[in-house]
C-alpha cells in the first residue's frame, strides 16, 4: 500500500460527527484553513440519536441558517411525555424556552450532518474527506503533529498545527495521546433495532419506562428505531432465553408493537450498543484538543450527548478560531476550552449516572405500578415541566455564536 505525499493544514479534524463537523464548519466560516477526516463513506449510521435541541437550532439562527435547516423533513417535539409503568406523564415542556424554537427537532442525523457538510462546503479553506480514517497519531518530540490516515488509496500523513480529535466514544485521538481516562460504571447497554410504524400509533414520546426498564422509539417516518436497554453484559443471558422472550419484554412495555413484534425474527436485526460514561481528566496536550464524545463519552440518557458535542465545537471555535487564523494555538488557548466545558458536562454526566442508578437500570425493579413522588408532581404542577426542558433543550452554559466570520463563501 503506497503512501501518499504529506499535506500539512492548519488545524485538522478527526471525526465528521455533530462535533467535528460543526468545529469544521466554524473554523472555515472564521477563514481557517481545516480538514475533516471521516473514517465511514457517509453520515448513514443508524445508531446515532436523532435530536436537535433548541440551542442547536438558537445556534443555526445565529448563524443564518435556521431558515434553510427547518426546510427539511423533520418532527417538532414541543413537549416530552414518558409513559412511566403506565402513566402518560409530561415531563419538559419547552413553550417557556427564550430561544426562538420552542421545540426539539427530530431529524435523523445523516440529514444534519449532511446539511452542516454541504454549507461548510461553501467555504473556500474548508475540506472534507471521507472513508479516511485515522490510524495513528505523529508526534513530534512530545507534541502531536498530525496524523496517520488509511483512505481508499493507501495511508497517507497530514500534518497538522492543531489536530481536533472529535472522534467519539472510541476514539483513537485520546487513546494513541495517552490522555489520561475516568471511567464512571454504567449498568446498562441498549439492543438497538428497526420495526415497522402504523397509522394509529401513538405519537413520539420520551420512551416507556416500567420497573426499572427502558424503551425508546425514534420516528423515522415509515419506521421506528427501537433501543430497549438492557443490565450490562447480559445479551448473551437473553439470547440464552430466545427471541421469544425478547419479544415478550419489549411488548410488556409497549404492547402497541405486539402486531409487528415478529419483524425481529433473527438476531443480526439485533444489535448491541454499549454505553460508557467517561471523561478524560486532560483534554488536550501540545498540539492536540479532544471535543464531544472524545473527551467524555455521553450515556443516552436525557438525549443530550449531541447538544453537548455541538456546544463544545462552538466554545472551540469561541476561543481558537480568531487565534488559528493568525497562527497556532498554545497549551494554555487549548486549556481554555476545557475549562469552559467542563463544568456542564460534570453537571449532564452526574444526572446521568442518577438515571442510571435510581431510574433506568435494566433490571426490574420491585415497584408496584404506582408513579413516583417525583413524577407525580409534574403531574400535579405544570410549571416544574420548564426546569427539565431547561436543562434537555437548553443544557447547562449554553453557547453562543461569537467566533468571527470571512463571509467568503464559494459559489454552491
Ligand atoms: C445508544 C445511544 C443512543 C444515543 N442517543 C442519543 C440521543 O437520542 N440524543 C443525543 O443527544 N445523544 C444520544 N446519544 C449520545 C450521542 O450519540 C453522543 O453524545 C454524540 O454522538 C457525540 O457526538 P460526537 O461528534 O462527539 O461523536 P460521534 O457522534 O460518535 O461522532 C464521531 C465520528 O468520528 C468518526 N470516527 C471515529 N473514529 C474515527 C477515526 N479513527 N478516523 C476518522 N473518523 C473517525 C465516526 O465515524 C463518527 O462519525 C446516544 C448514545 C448512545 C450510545
Request: hydrophobic share 40%; proline share 6%.
Amino acid at each position: 500500500m503506497g503512501v501518499l505525499p504529506d499535506v500539512h493544514v492548519r488545524c485538522l479534524v478527526v471525526g465528521g460527527g455533530p462535533a467535528g463537523m460543526m468545529t469544521g464548519y466554524l473554523l472555515a466560516r472564521a477563514g481557517v484553513d481545516v480538514v475533516v477526516l471521516e473514517k465511514h463513506a457517509d453520515f448513514n449510521r443508524d445508531f446515532r440519536g436523532d435530536t436537535i435541541h433548541p440551542s442547536t437550532l438558537e445556534l443555526l439562527h445565529e448563524l443564518g441558517l435556521l431558515e434553510e435547516f427547518l426546510r427539511l423533513p423533520h418532527q417538532e417535539l414541543r413537549e416530552i411525555r414518558g409513559i412511566f409503568n403506565g402513566h402518560a406523564v409530561p415531563i419538559a415542556d419547552f413553550s417557556r424556552l427564550p430561544t426562538r424554537c420552542k421545540f426539539i427537532a427530530f431529524m435523523p442525523q445523516w440529514d444534519f450532518l449532511d446539511f452542516l457538510s454541504s454549507q461548510a462546503k461553501r467555504f473556500p479553506t474548508f475540506a472534507l474527506h471521507m472513508q479516511h480514517e485515522v490510524i495513528d497519531l505523529l508526534f513530534e518530540s512530545d507534541r502531536i503533529a498530525g496524523v496517520r490516515v488509511k483512505t481508499p488509496d493507501g495511508q497517507r500523513e497530514v500534518r497538522a498545527d492543531l489536530t481536533i480529535g472529535a472522534d467519539g466514544r472510541h476514539s483513537i485521538t485520546h487513546t494513541k495521546s495517552n490522555l489520561e481516562m475516568d471511567e464512571f460504571g454504567v449498568p446498562i447497554d441498549v439492543l438497538w433495532m428497526r420495526l415497522s410504524k402504523r397509522e394509529n400509533d401513538p405519537p413520539q414520546s420520551l420512551g416507556f419506562f416500567r420497573h426499572g426498564k427502558l424503551l425508546v422509539l425514534l420516528d423515522r417516518g415509515d419506521y421506528f428505531q427501537v433501543g430497549f436497554v438492557i443490565p450490562k453484559g447480559e445479551l448473551d443471558a437473553i439470547k440464552q432465553r430466545g427471541l421469544p422472550a425478547l419479544h415478550r419484554d419489549i411488548i410488556r412495555l409497549g404492547p402497541f408493537l405486539e402486531d409487528r413484534i415478529t419483524e425481529l425474527d433473527d438476531w443480526t436485526k439485533i444489535k448491541l450498543l454499549t454505553v460508557q460514561i467517561n471523561r478524560l481528566r486532560k483534554w488536550y496536550r501540545e498540539g492536540l484538543l479532544c471535543i464531544g464524545d472524545s473527551a467524555h463519552a455521553m450515556s443516552p440518557a436525557g438525549g443530550v450527548g449531541i447538544n453537548l458535542a455541538l456546544q463544545d465545537a462552538v466554545a472551540t471555535a469561541n476561543l481558537l478560531a480568531a487565534k488559528l487564523r493568525a497562527g497556532p494555538v498554545s497549551v494554555a488557548d487549548l486549556k481554555q476550552v476545557q475549562e469552559r466545558r467542563e463544568w456542564p458536562t460534570r453537571v449532564i454526566q452526574t444526572m446521568q449516572a442518577f438515571i442510571h442508578r435510581r431510574v433506568v437500570t435494566g433490571r426490574e425493579s420491585k415497584s408496584g405500578d404506582s408513579l413516583p413522588i417525583l413524577l407525580k408532581f409534574f403531574q400535579w404542577f405544570p410549571a416544574l415541566r420548564s426546569l427539565p426542558a431547561r436543562f434537555i433543550g437548553l443544557s447547562p452554559r449554553p453557547e453562543h455564536i461569537h467566533s468571527p466570520s470571512k463571509l467568503t463563501k464559494r459559489c454552491s
